[in-house]
């Protein structure tokens, strides 16, 4: 019987992971398949308890449960008890392993834009989940990380975790303080498209704002070309979509489950064949 792995989120019905990971699986003639579990919150308990009986070999973990998988988990690595999120499950010998490659995502995505990291004054737009992920990453890497958000104190909020963390100056502030700021690039980790996807560029900043920067990023890939990512364009500045990331830590994952080298190209060119 193949293998089975997926996507655990509410709702999960548009992730793209089933796209790109049975890609991967056919390249590699894997024989598994990667499904979707669209489990409500009232069934998530039963649900993880299950897990290992009946086992999903693998599992995606997004929102609403980056946070509370972990607790059903028999390990979890270093990187992902910091960035104080899983996204990634791996049965294995009977347990359960935590795992968050997000920031492997950001991280190898800008650098394809912007070479090494280290020294790059980063500003990040939002401080939910997506968001600590960036900035663990990017402090990871040697980044210098500011963080801007609309609800000012969880800025601040996240701006002290990592800076005791890391042991290093991180400034914060509201979305408007973000305006005084000098730096290289910027990413963008709200989910304010995805809420809306009419929302206004202007709801964040000012789309003249953007001309300071040598990157902007959008962790958004739904829609590909969101407000941000136009407005950046249109500036002549270059840019990152969402998909990158989305796509390097699916590979990340693919080699965590499978412990083999993913077939980037076919995971791309599926990736690809679904984008709009
Ligand atoms: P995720 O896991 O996708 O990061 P989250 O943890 O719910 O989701 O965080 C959502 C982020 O998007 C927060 O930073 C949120 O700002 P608040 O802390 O003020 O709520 C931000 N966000 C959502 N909608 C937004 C909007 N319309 N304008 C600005 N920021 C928004």
């Excluded at 790059?120 to 401080?127: D, Q």
């Excluded at 601040?156 to 303080?177: K, P, Q, W």
């Excluded at 690039?185 to 809420?195: C, H, M």
């Excluded at 080699?255 to 980037?264: D, F, R």
Aim: proline content about 4%; overall charge negative; glycine content about 8%.
């Amino acid at each position: 019987m193949s293998k089975r792995y997926g996507i655990l989120a509410n709702p999960a019905k548009h992730s793209l992971s089933p796209v790109v990971q049975n890609a991967a699986f056919k390249a590699l003639g894997i024989d598994a398949q990667f499904g979707i579990f669209e489990v409500p919150e009232n069934e998530f308990s039963t649900f993880m308890d299950r897990v290992k009986h009946d086992p999903i070999y693998g599992l995606s973990v997004s929102s609403p449960y980056k946070r509370d998988v972990m607790e059903y988990l028999n390990e979890i690595d270093e990187d992902a008890k910091k960035i104080g999120a899983v996204n990634t499950v791996v049965y294995k010998g009977g347990y359960l392993y935590g795992y968050n490659v997000d920031y492997i995502g950001i991280n190898k995505a800008l650098a394809e834009s912007c070479g090494d990291l280290k020294g790059k004054r980063v500003v990040i737009v939002g401080a939910g989940g997506a968001a600590r992920a960036a900035v663990y990453g990017l402090l990871k890497d040697g980044a210098q990380v500011s963080i801007y958000n609309r609800t000012t104190e969880t800025a601040r909020e996240l701006a002290n975790i990592f800076s005791a963390m890391f042991g290093v100056n991180i400034v914060s502030g509201g979305l408007s303080d973000m305006l005084n700021v000098e730096a290289d690039i910027l990413v963008q980790t709200t989910s304010i498209w995805i809420d809306d996807p009419d929302a206004k560029l202007e709801e964040l900043l000012p789309p003249d704002y953007l001309k300071k920067f040598e990157v902007v990023m959008d962790i958004v890939y739904k829609p590909l070309i969101t407000p941000l990512i136009e407005a950046a364009k249109s500036l002549g500045i270059k840019t990152v979509t969402g998909d990158k990331m989305f796509l390097y830590q699916a590979v990340e994952q693919f080699k965590l489950w499978t412990e083999k080298e993913a077939p980037v190209d076919a995971m791309r060119a599926a990736l690809d064949e679904v984008l709009v």
